[in-house]
């Protein structure tokens, strides 16, 4: 379950700690890059680095947990050197198209030259605690992480409640709004959003008090993948409409428990298109799909340019959002994948897209 660095202390019979386990995945990546760029939209690209790095640029003491150069920093990385890496990708976008020229970014001598690489395995310790019953996690390579999707979901939706659209999509409890996430956080014990489960939310608490105002109403299945996808794109008779998570109720993501079991519940906001990670809704990355990637802001840090790649093709994406499902998780990413109604959607188009790819993070040379 550990890399051929990490097996070596067992075979001399000495302990293996946590911390020296973690540095042996991760190394300086000098390797020719052959092989071939996926198709992607550098515009996009650009568009969520120049986001990532404004965010970044509000300064650590904004956000200390993503604001950061976070395990890089082992390598002598630091912020300044993430922020340029993303000012770069933004510089060559802008420059190929004043020139009229096919992307540099399409081109794998390009990237070898221009940046350094560090290469990323997976924490196997760490997925071997949540594999029972799981092939993706058992079955993740000692050189390759597991890189599930997600999606910005499509639903429709109605102003008014009905029998086939019961349950409300909710803006933030009145008793929140026009308070910072710093001061409802210190009003935790009395304010209406950590009172209630998801479960309990659903009964019509909410609306039986006036403690919140609807947003819009869907089907129970369209409210589970709203909640648990963060984004939805909802049709409605006035025309589509984005709405993106605002603030949860304390409940952490539960790994193993079904969506319709989780206790998490999320209120919503309206918003002008997707957003990624914000520590709250006021200040949000805009997103784009194939170019954006979540995972462990904590462990990494926002806005790194990651490269993924299998079977000599490679893909870049910024590290732009997160989720519960990545809390002290080094063996996976979740990858942006465009537009779906549900995830028999998204499936049927990435049913050939693989499961497992090399990681490194990418730092302008």
Known sequence: MMNKLAVLPLLLGLATSPVLADKNLYSIDKQPLNGVMAKQSAADLCAVAKGSENYLSKGKKYDPMAIKAGVLSRFGVDLAQVKATLKFVCQVQQADVKAGRKS??????????????????????????FEKGKPLLKNIPNDQILLTKYYIKLATGSNIKSPNMPHALYSLPFDEQGLSLEQ????????????????????????????????????????????????????????ARFFNVHRNNGIGYKRGLKKREQKRYWYFKETMGPLGYGKDAGYKIPIHSMVTVAGDLKHWG????????????????????????????????????????????????????????????????
């Open 184 to 239: 409802a956080d210190a009003k935790k014990d009395s304010i209406v959003r950590y009172r209630f489960t998801k479960q309990q939310v659903l009964t019509g608490v909410l609306d039986k008090n006036k403690w919140a105002e609807p947003l819009l109403w869907l089907s129970r299945d369209d409210l589970e993948d709203t909640l648990m996808q963060g984004t939805v794109k909802i049709d409605t008779f006035d025309g």
């Open 104 to 129: 540099r970014l399409a081109d794998p001598a390009f990237i070898r030259k221009h940046f350094k690489m560090i290469r990323w395995r997976p924490d196997k310790q760490q997925s071997a605690k």
């Open 302 to 365: 926002l806005g790194k340019l990651v490269m993924l790649s299998n079977n000599g093709e490679h893909r870049l994406a910024v590290l732009a959002d997160t989720g519960g499902a990545f809390e002290n998780n080094h063996y996976q990413l979740d990858y942006l994948g465009g537009y779906f109604k549900n995830w028999k959607d998204y499936v049927n188009t990435y049913r050939s897209f693989p499961d497992y790819f090399e990681a490194r993070f990418l730092i302008v040379r």
